[in-house]
């Protein structure tokens, strides 16, 4: 345990030099801020814009803080799997070519750890980046519109980032399994697109897919309630996650390592 300590400790360190800890949760946060505001001041800004007729009333439907937090988080679906993509994909490709892999691997580290470690750093920023990004928009929204309850902030902020977390975990697969780590992204990204398309499309035949999260996640904050079918999605998700894991080391140990 205290080899993987170390382990995690140096990942965490090398993110704090790479500046991953400083502009990911800024992303994050921008991306958070950015629907509340751009809701609220929406007539403003058209107005500001012109190109109506004189004496124009600009008349838009106020939308609800559930729909403005849900516009919110679908933000994260697509610019935010991307960040995560973009940051993740070289996290063991990139030092496995360069050769930092193949000189911590000659001492006692265990594959295992290695790949464990760095997963379980990336999932420390991308929860960190995700809850003060996803605070920043139920703030906002409370301020501008209406405040949801804190606990639905929590369920849909959990189940959110349980899919979020898939995501990194099938990008830490790719990248196990590639030397090329636009390969590990580019292939992260299908993954992730494919699966929410296929879930979207058969989504009364594919109940418990991970992908389903996402939806869930929105009709906590619509209904307040937690739906049926977000456990069994939750719990597939999570062995999802260790398969993946377990194949990621699995590969990993596989390959040559350059010396």
Same mark, same amino acid.
């Given at each position: 345990?205290?080899?993987?300590?170390?382990?995690?400790?140096?990942?965490?360190?090398?993110?704090? *030099?790479? +500046?991953?800890?400083?502009?990911?949760?800024?992303? +994050?946060?921008?991306?958070?801020?950015?629907?509340?505001?751009?809701?609220? &001041?929406?007539?403003?800004?058209?107005?500001?814009?012109?190109?109506?007729?004189?004496?124009?009333?600009?008349?838009?439907?106020?939308?609800?803080?559930?729909?403005?937090?849900?516009? !919110?988080?679908?933000? &994260?679906?697509?610019?935010?799997?991307?960040?995560?993509?973009?940051?993740?994909? !070289?996290?063991?490709?990139?030092? *496995?070519? #360069?050769?930092?892999? @193949?000189?911590?691997?000659?001492?006692?580290?265990?594959?295992?750890?290695?790949?464990?470690?760095?997963? @379980? !750093?990336?999932?420390?920023?991308?929860?960190?980046?995700?809850?003060? !990004?996803?605070?920043?928009?139920?703030? &906002?929204?409370?301020?501008?519109?209406?405040?949801?309850?804190?606990?639905?902030?929590?369920?849909?902020? +959990?189940? &959110?980032?349980?899919?979020?977390?898939?995501?990194?975990?099938?990008?830490?697969?790719?990248?196990?399994?590639?030397?090329?780590?636009?390969?590990?992204?580019?292939?992260?990204?299908?993954? @992730?697109?494919?699966?929410?398309?296929?879930? #979207?499309?058969?989504?009364?035949?594919?109940?418990?897919?991970?992908?389903?999260?996402?939806?869930?996640?929105?009709?906590?904050?619509?209904?307040? *309630?937690?739906?049926?079918?977000?456990?069994?999605?939750?719990?597939?998700?999570?062995?999802?996650?260790?398969?993946?894991?377990?194949?990621?080391? +699995?590969?990993? *140990?596989?390959?040559?390592?350059?010396?």
């Amino acid at each position: 345990m205290s080899q993987w300590m170390t382990l995690l400790q140096k990942e965490i360190l090398e993110m704090w *030099r790479n +500046f991953k800890w400083i502009w990911v949760p800024i992303t +994050f946060i921008l991306l958070g801020v950015k629907e509340p505001l751009s809701s609220y &001041y929406l007539p403003q800004i058209l107005d500001a814009v012109g190109g109506l007729p004189e004496g124009a009333v600009i008349k838009l439907p106020t939308p609800t803080a559930a729909e403005v937090l849900i516009t !919110g988080l679908g933000q &994260y679906t697509t610019l935010g799997v991307l960040i995560i993509v973009l940051t993740t994909m !070289g996290i063991i490709s990139g030092e *496995r070519k #360069s050769g930092v892999a @193949a000189m911590i691997l000659v001492k006692p580290v265990s594959f295992q750890s290695f790949v464990s470690a760095k997963w @379980a !750093g990336s999932v420390l920023l991308m929860w960190f980046s995700f809850f003060i !990004g996803y605070l920043s928009t139920w703030y &906002y929204t409370g301020l501008l519109f209406d405040w949801i309850p804190f606990i639905e902030f929590l369920q849909s902020f +959990f189940f &959110y980032a349980l899919w979020l977390t898939v995501i990194l975990t099938v990008t830490v697969f790719f990248s196990s399994s590639f030397v090329n780590s636009g390969m590990a992204g580019f292939l992260s990204l299908a993954v @992730a697109i494919v699966l929410s398309l296929v879930s #979207s499309i058969l989504s009364n035949w594919l109940e418990w897919s991970p992908a389903q999260l996402t939806n869930y996640a929105n009709e906590v904050l619509l209904d307040n *309630r937690i739906p049926a079918d977000t456990l069994p999605a939750s719990l597939i998700a999570a062995v999802f996650i260790i398969v993946l894991l377990f194949l990621s080391v +699995f590969i990993f *140990r596989k390959k040559e390592l350059p010396q």
